[in-house]
């Protein structure tokens, strides 16, 4: 057992304040992965994996002012670089690369305008050089279609929101025996654990979020195999808006509505906030608030997330889900609905925890006719109105919730044997074009309830 490990373990224990809610996991690389049904599923078989374990900082005053000179430099040094390449490009010179801006950050800090840059640690302005490669990097793979659509690198404002710097292993940081973090010209930092790091860190990142909370990111690799016991239960979802999942076995998950939770007291802050005058401390202050508030609506939603998908996760073998087009129902009525619900990240969980943890993720193409396919026999029915949300099949005559009919036609269609009781059918295909989004806005009467005690990660 490492130290950390065994520190993290001990503090976890013995510290009755240790909260997952500020804790938040996700993957950084993959790697190993087993392809199922030509490319559309995906299989768990983890060889190595690269996490990201983030923790709440509590900095002292000084050291609140040390990550501000820290933050400031980094940002200096991604401004200066961009401004050479950017003068290169114009001249019609080649591309400076990074070694040359390397070069020119050393001959910068002997200058007297920038030698203050020697007050911080020179791996967090290296690191910072770093993120403007992968910047470039990854608007020239838009232009060539190997990503989405992304702009150009861009100028950093002393005004943005968000901060961040990064210390790789060779800068010196360490867990001290208190279970402090302490970074190189900085401190000792307080740290809230609240788990168990599964190895030595890599690296470690430093945020100041918008509502003006700091946190410490750590980046680890582990080959450790993660496997869950096979289970025989397999699951389609259908993903909604009343319903935030409905599950083929018939389960219902009410939408907890989040942000229109909220939507008062954030409503309250925004007003306070447009009635102070600008450049004030005090619209900085009311800044802040309306930042914390959404915090809290996103911190809620992300939890809500984990615990959903994890529970989905260990009692399924198999997962299908619809490819659905957020991007475009995002620019309809249902905006905000659809944008409190945050289906693409919940989905994006699905896949990571599916992978790490041995299961079958499959997606099926957004066009399946799920709402029109009596469950049953396989009839399609035709385009029903989004009111109609229990109907009669003409051709045998079952009377079929939409919702649950819709989700056993996703597993259907990804080749999964379920029925809506959860027992054990033929798997059929259909091959027709759907023309529905799936989204229900009315309140469904018959609602197993609210989904609780769900475990976490």
Known sequence: MSFVTALCRYLVTKAKWACRWWTTWRPVRMSGFGFHRGGMGLKGRVVGVQLRYSFRLYPSAGQRSALAKAFGCARVVFND????????????????????????????????????????????????????????????????????????????????????????????WRITGGGKLRLPKIGDVRVKWSRCLPSVPSTVSVVKDAAGRYFASFVVETSTDETLPEVTPVVG??????HFAVLSDGAKIDSPRFLRRAEKKLKK?????????????????????VARAH???????????????????????????????????????????????????????????????????????RFEPTSQVCSQCGVKDGPKPLHVRVWACGACGAVLDRDINAAVNVAKAAGLAVSACGA??????????????????????????RQAGISAL
């Open 81 to 172: 670089a961009l401004r050479v390449r950017e003068s290169a490009r114009v001249a019609g010179l080649p591309f400076v690369t990074s070694g040359e801006l390397s070069k020119h950050l050393t001959a910068l800090k002997k200058t007297p305008e920038r030698a203050w840059l020697a007050e911080v640690s020179s791996v967090v302005l290296q690191q910072s050089l770093r993120d403007l490669d992968a910047a470039y990097r990854n608007f020239f793979d838009s232009l060539k279609g190997k990503r989405p659509r992304m702009g150009a690198p861009r100028f950093k404002s002393r005004k943005d929101n968000r901060h961040t710097i990064r210390f790789t292993a060779n800068a010196g």
């Open 295 to 365: 915090a809290r609506v996103a911190d809620a939603r992300r939890e809500f997330h984990h615990q959903l998908s994890t529970k989905i996760i260990r009692e399924n073998q198999a997962v299908a889900v619809e490819d659905l087009a957020v991007r475009g129902l995002a620019r309809t009525r249902m905006a905000k609905s659809v944008h409190d619900a945050g289906w693409s990240a919940f989905l994006a969980m699905l896949e990571y925890k599916a992978a790490r943890h041995g299961r079958t993720f499959l997606r099926i193409g």
């Open 424 to 449: 054990r059918v033929r798997p059929g295909l259909v091959p027709a074009q759907r023309e529905e989004t799936g989204t229900h806005p009315k309140p469904q009467p018959e609602t197993t309830g």
């Open 269 to 289: 802050a925004q007003r306070d906030l447009s009635r102070k005058e600008k450049g004030s401390k005090n619209r900085n202050k009311a800044r802040v608030r």
């Open 237 to 242: 979802i259908d993903l909604g808006l009343t």
